[in-house]
């Protein structure tokens, strides 16, 4: 199948035909295309997200490989990096090798397996890294998130020891100690609500420390969720220095702040929490600089129950994949090569996924992209939305950009802003 | 008039007053021979109870029989809500009971925001987790106001472990509503790293006995001192208890509150607890007049 | 029932001295029919009857020198039509010092309408003693009656159209004495 995308803006470049044909972008014509009137479309390399969590296997109330799947697709995605605290933790290569093959079968976008750094994530006995590396799904992400590496000694080796497959340690920064019973960030706002407090300084010390080691060790380093002023400062120094650290933002980070706890809806509650204005305005301006690389959605679906109850009890985490473009738009504006390369080209880098992030304007490149439209308004339903889960804390807000056509390897997987298969 | 009563801060100064004023009309009915009074006839009150707390429930269960309503204690023991039900599924049963008013104790902070997104009829916090407890500082108010003819200008100290006490919060929210100066006391470590700037704080009880109308000691519980909050209930009580020395230091008019339940001998020595100047005695009946009050402002009119 | 608007045109039936009148004659009239006011009490139903009542203790002392108990008798809690309306603000409930069992209550209000004020009266009453018998007094009868309740001592009967409404001012409560007839004038 061909297609032949008429007046495309390239990241926002004047208008001109763009030829997909064979899986990549073409300089050759071709008479049977199919013709896609994109006047007013931006193309962009397809979105890439090192942090999703699809909940297969263990949680397919919440969302499955399939449904998440199909919610990336409708984003703009072309790849996403999938979470191993699923259930069985994704901590052999049976398990990443399971969950790569649910990404092909549902065939709407790369699923990339990250497998868990310790067995079960429990923190005390390394996985089988080296396995999970050489297997079917070639991982080279490993994590625990959701929870902290926390042992030095163990994040010391982990780091070290993925260096023989240019593996990269993604770390969920959270001093467990000082995170006891936490249920929002600590400030005023906690403490008006009665709420346990997630001090800023719990994902602070652990960065400071980790970027320490990946120093001392040579390897390279990805923090995932980075949350507040504070981290950001950490790593504009480890970067200075020149310590190979990545380092993620979501788009909630980008947007919400702690007072979205007042009415205390647990569909703000997240873990890392949201933070306040001043870490907002930081992480922001961060993401300009270049001192936090990419945009990760740390997609975490919910089942209704373990949201519909009461704040301490509710689990944390938001959905993403289907507004991460929409939410970067509305906080930075039309800037196309800053989302470009935060939200694809940066991420497929970090996730070591070739074919993903390519230039759209070199024949060759695999044909990985995504249509937007930015003229588009559209009220987030929860209703509305592919993922099997509901917990979006955007629901009733008017987003700009909607995303009209996606192609994996040269196939749509979005046409018209609806899925294909 | 307001329809739930979640936190302090859903009172303004005028409506505060009135429940006060009322629950003053209350105390003077109670006297009386016949106790009860028909004003809430025909309504329910349902007390959901999640925490085990008798004396707050029998305190509630007494103003709203006292108005005639009909009580249904619906508490966590021997109940369905043991049995794992959640609360969203609790509320649509109470609403199809037609409950007019749900009295919630839970030891999740917010629990009653989120019964009131679920249930038509009013909500009262009876206390939720470390956040609010709104009538209790109602009542302290009523207390203090009683005791000491106004709320404008009192100065008031309230000591101990303010970090995870929701008589507190409550009562920093109202007292501050109605005019009262609060100055939070206690170790740094039970102290919230971050205030509203009006607040005062302290960390040196004896500096600020002398400047203080009221005095309201906190429960200390001494699971605090395994978390490392402070080294032992002995170096807790010499810092930061109210013994009888330290009384002296308090002006002749000031007075002693406590919500309860007391750890005597830890945050107040047992004869200031029974000294003149306590009214921990008078909080617990004013309890009952305070939540008539509530009850009737709430659910007494259309 | 409905209220005249606020703006509905009025007419002043009594005013300052026929007001000041009206009392005596009423406090004439208990002295009369109770042998002295001896063994009696007043108890006025807020808002505007707690002053009348005050102000006929005052004139039966000025003519006969006897000291009439007075107290105050709030009616919201025992109210049939609590729930029609928005939450009211309690009035006092205060008894005179040595209580009313035994007495002879006068209840004092200043409007006699549909009956149904008196009758959550003698409803609280009941829950607060045992008087050995209970009377009224009204500074206006408006008529209009929907239970068998009549007053023992009215100031003035007034006739009035549903639509109409009575509107009593008191010096102590509003500044001036004054009734005014609202409404159903045109
Ligand atoms: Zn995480
Ligand atoms: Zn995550």
Redesign the pocket.
């Known amino acids: 199948m061909a297609y032949l995308l008429k007046g495309v803006s390239i990241l926002g470049g004047s208008p001109t035909d763009l030829l997909i044909h064979d899986g990549v972008i073409s300089d050759k014509t071709d008479g049977n295309a199919e013709v896609i009137d994109a006047h007013g479309l931006v193309a962009l390399p397809g979105l890439v997200d090192v942090h999703t969590h699809l909940r297969e296997p263990g949680r397919e109330d919440a969302e499955t490989v399939q449904t998440g799947s199909r919610a990336a697709a409708l984003g703009g995605y072309t790849a996403v990096c999938a979470m191993a605290n699923t259930s069985p933790v994704a901590d052999t290569a049976g398990v990443v090798e399971q969950v790569w093959r649910l990404g092909r079968e549902a065939g709407l976008v790369d699923v990339q397996p990250i497998g868990a750094v310790t067995v079960g994530l429990a923190g005390k006995q390394m996985a089988e890294l080296g396995a999970m590396a050489t297997s079917a799904a070639r991982v080279r992400i490993f994590s625990d998130?959701?929870f902290c590496v926390a042992d030095p000694k163990m994040m010391r080796r982990a780091l070290e020891y993925v260096k023989a497959f240019d593996g990269v340690i993604a770390q969920?920064a959270e001093e467990h100690r000082l995170t006891e019973g936490a249920q929002m960030h600590e400030g005023e706002v906690s403490t008006r609500l009665g709420l346990t407090g997630w001090p800023a300084v719990a994902e602070e010390a652990i960065i400071a420390r980790d970027v320490l080691l990946a120093e001392h060790v040579g390897s390279r380093l990805h923090v995932?969720?980075v949350s507040t002023a504070g981290s950001v400062e950490v790593l504009r120094q480890a970067k200075a220095r020149g310590v190979r650290v990545t380092a993620e933002v979501t788009p909630h980070h980008l947007l919400l702040t702690d007072e979205k706890a007042s009415g205390y809806d647990p569909v703000f509650k997240v873990?890392p929490p949201l933070r306040t204005a001043e870490d907002v305005a930081a992480l922001r301006q961060a993401l300009l600089d270049g001192v936090i690389d990419v945009v990760a959605t740390?997609h975490a679906p919910h089942a209704v129950q373990d949201k519909e109850c009461e704040w301490a009890y509710a689990r944390p985490g938001m959905l993403g994949l289907e507004t991460a473009l929409p939410i970067l738009l509305s906080v930075f504006g039309e800037k196309w090569d800053l989302i470009a390369d935060r939200m694809s080209v940066a991420p497929a880098r970090i996730a070591g996924l070739a074919g993903h992030g390519g230039d759209l304007t070199r024949a060759g490149t695999p044909a990985n992209l995504t249509l937007v439209d930015p003229s588009a308004r559209w009220v987030v339903d929860p209703g509305q939305l592919a993922s099997r889960s509901r917990n979006t804390p955007y629901a009733g807000m008017t987003l700009p950009g909607r995303i009209v056509a996606t192609f994996l390897r040269g196939e749509a997987t979005v046409l018209d802003g609806k899925v294909v298969k | 008039m307001i329809k739930h009563l979640r936190s302090a801060a859903d009172l303004d100064a005028a409506t505060a007053t009135l429940i006060l004023d009322t629950a003053a009309e209350m105390a003077a009915l109670a006297g009386r021979e016949v106790k009860k009074l028909p004003a809430l006839r025909g309504r329910t009150v349902v007390n959901l109870f999640y925490e085990d707390s008798t004396r707050t429930r029998i305190s509630f269960e007494a103003a709203a029989k006292r108005l005639s309503a009909d009580v249904i204690n619906f508490s966590a023991k021997g109940s369905s809500v043991s049995k794992g039900e959640s609360l969203k599924d609790t509320a649509l049963t109470l609403q199809a009971m037609g409950a007019d008013a749900v009295v919630i104790r839970h030891s999740a902070s917010g629990a009653p925001h989120r019964l009131a997104e679920w249930v038509d009829g009013s909500v009262v916090n009876a206390g939720d987790g470390t956040h609010e407890h709104p009538t209790q500082a109602l009542l302290d108010a009523y207390t203090m106001r009683s005791r000491l003819g106004r709320l404008e200008g009192l100065r008031v100290a309230i000591v101990g472990d303010v970090l995870h006490s929701r008589v507190a919060r409550s009562n920093v929210l109202l007292l501050s509503t109605l005019g009262a100066q609060v100055t939070l006391v206690g170790p740094p470590t039970l102290i919230p790293v971050d205030l509203p700037e009006k607040l005062q704080v302290s960390y040196d009880l004896d500096s600020v006995l002398p400047d203080s109308d009221v005095v309201m000691m906190l429960r200390v519980q001494t699971e605090r001192m395994q978390d490392s909050y402070f080294p032992s209930a002995r170096e807790y009580s010499r810092r930061y208890g109210l013994d009888v020395p330290r009384l002296t230091k308090l002006p002749e008019h000031a007075i002693v509150m406590h919500p309860g339940p007391m750890n005597r001998g830890m945050e107040i020595a047992p004869e200031v607890a029974d000294s003149p100047r306590s009214t921990i005695v008078e909080q617990v009946a004013n309890g009952v007049s305070v939540r008539m009050a509530v009850l009737y402002l709430l659910l007494g009119g259309k | 029932m409905a209220q005249p608007r606020a703006d509905a045109p009025s007419k002043i039936i009594l005013e300052g001295a026929d007001l000041s009148r009206v009392v005596d004659r009423i406090a004439h009239q208990i002295l009369e029919k109770t042998s002295g006011a001896t063994g009696t009490a007043l108890l006025g139903i807020p808002t505007r009857g707690v002053p009348l009542a005050h102000r006929l203790a005052a004139r039966i002392q000025a003519f006969e020198g006897v000291e009439v108990p007075v107290g105050s008798l709030d009616i919201t809690l025992y109210r049939d039509d609590l729930r029609l309306q928005a939450t009211r603000a309690l009035g006092r409930t205060e008894l005179p010092p040595g209580g009313i069992d035994g007495l002879r209550v006068i209840l004092v209000d200043d409007v006699l309408f549909s009956g149904r004020s008196v009758r959550a009266a003698l409803d609280a009453l009941k829950d607060l003693g045992r008087p050995s018998s209970v009377q009224l007094a009204v500074l206006v009868d408006r008529g209009h009656r929907q239970l068998p309740i009549r007053a023992d001592y009215v100031g003035k009967n007034i006739p009035t159209a549903l639509s109409e409404s009575v509107r009593v001012a008191v010096t102590e409560v509003d500044g001036a004495d004054e009734v005014r007839l609202i409404g159903g004038l045109q």
């Open positions: 998130d959701g969920h995932c969720h873990n740390d």
